[in-house]
């Protein structure tokens, strides 16, 4: 039975893993609530969740760890609040196995909704109907009334009770929409959540493209083809080989490209050793030479599991003399950002990954190439 049910959030998971517009990297979590037997040998209720910062597409059975729903099933009425540390040391007391993968941030989430699966993403269409005007109401009239809509609110113990006390007002909802942060599903089985998930995205899909929002939505998209065509295609040999020189080289004479890296790697590893990935593709540089590229940059993520890789904004650059000012300037902006969220935690390094270089393409910044590789992927989506 417990295997049985592990197997099957993988089989999940798997399908989720592979369709880029559900989530990316580490993105989304899932949950099947089952049986098992404790280390006494007591059957007791417990939930198989999604391990923090596991990749569906490659999960496996081990990295569903098992937590005992009896212990998280008071927190709700008995806690007003937690911290995200608190949370994090309570679900360690949770698990069956104390060895085991550590739970998803999003535990709670899915132990306070009384179903047996969720099914949880970042999905792009989703995303695109609450990351606008309208919001809610735009919601609604894409999935109907009988779609519960939570206001935006940071991952969390709050977020978790407010998606519990939602659902237990309107128990006959098919599903959960978070503002700016996606779609929830449920069912008797993982397939059941998955289907049902499917079907409110592509129902978001086709409001997307046949409704009233349809004329934006073109708009949007043939201005960027517009764009990707001036800068790629007429003016592409200036484009690709004067500006590119011009903006990137410190001095007259000097290569363009490959004397950015080192300079860029080495100010950005001041504080740990990072590893750069280059991205110069078209749609990248037709993105890096737009004229509103200030303005859309500093705009944020999609959604909040995007921070986690790529932070808030990234990096714009015009020459390799700007390199050490704007890291400062990045970096003194960061700690203020901090400042002024009061965490519990240690500030982590404020160094952006995402570096933009106007008309010259991306670099993406981890501590390692598959880390660099892992937010080049993420913001490039």
């Not at 007002?169 to 449920?186: C, E, F, K, S, Y």
């Not at 714009?316 to 400042?339: M, N, T």
């Amino acid at each position: 039975m417990f295997n049985r049910s592990s197997e099957d959030l993988v089989g999940q998971s798997r399908l989720v893993g592979a369709n880029e517009s559900l989530v990316l990297w580490g993105g989304g979590n899932n949950s099947m609530k089952t049986r098992g037997a404790d280390i006494l040998g007591r059957e007791i209720d417990l939930m198989l969740i999604k391990s923090s910062g596991s990749d569906m597409k490659t999960i496996t059975p081990a990295q569903f760890p098992a937590v005992r729903l009896d212990y998280i099933a008071p927190l709700r009425h008995r806690r007003e609040d937690m911290t995200d540390q608190e949370m994090v040391n309570w679900l360690a007391r949770c698990l069956i196995d104390p060895g085991s993968a550590r739970p998803s941030i999003e535990t709670l989430l899915h132990a306070f909704l009384p179903v047996p699966a969720v099914l949880h993403t970042h999905a792009d269409a989703i995303l695109s109907l609450t990351n606008s005007t309208g919001r809610e109401k735009t919601v609604l009239e894409a999935l109907g009334d009988d779609v519960i809509t939570i206001p935006y609110r940071r991952p969390g113990f709050l977020l978790s009770r407010e998606v519990g006390e939602a659902f237990d007002a309107q128990p006959d909802a098919r599903a959960i929409v978070l503002m700016n942060h996606g779609l929830i599903t449920w069912g008797e089985t993982p397939q059941i959540a998955y289907e049902r998930h499917i079907e409110l995205v592509e129902q978001a899909e086709r409001f997307l493209v046949e409704d009233r929002q349809s004329s934006l939505v073109e708009d949007r998209q043939s201005s960027l083809v517009e764009d990707r065509q001036s800068c790629l295609s007429g003016q592409a040999e200036r484009f690709l080989v004067e500006d590119r020189q011009s903006c990137l080289s410190g001095q007259a004479g000097l290569p363009a490209l490959h004397r950015v890296a080192p300079i860029l790697r080495g100010a950005l590893s001041d504080r740990r050793s990072l590893i750069l990935e280059f991205d110069d593709s078209q749609e990248t540089l037709a993105f890096c030479s737009r004229d509103d590229l200030d303005r859309i940059t500093q705009i944020g993520a999609a959604t909040p599991d995007h921070l986690l890789y790529t932070k808030r904004c990234p990096l714009v650059i015009d020459e390799v003399s700007q390199i050490p000012a704007a890291l400062e300037k990045y970096d003194d902006r960061e700690g203020k950002a901090y400042e002024r969220q009061k965490s519990e935690f240690p500030m982590l390094d404020p160094a952006p990954r995402v570096v933009l270089v106007r008309n010259g393409g991306m670099f993406t910044a981890g501590k390692d190439a598959r880390a660099a590789r892992i937010v080049r992927d993420i913001y490039r989506h």
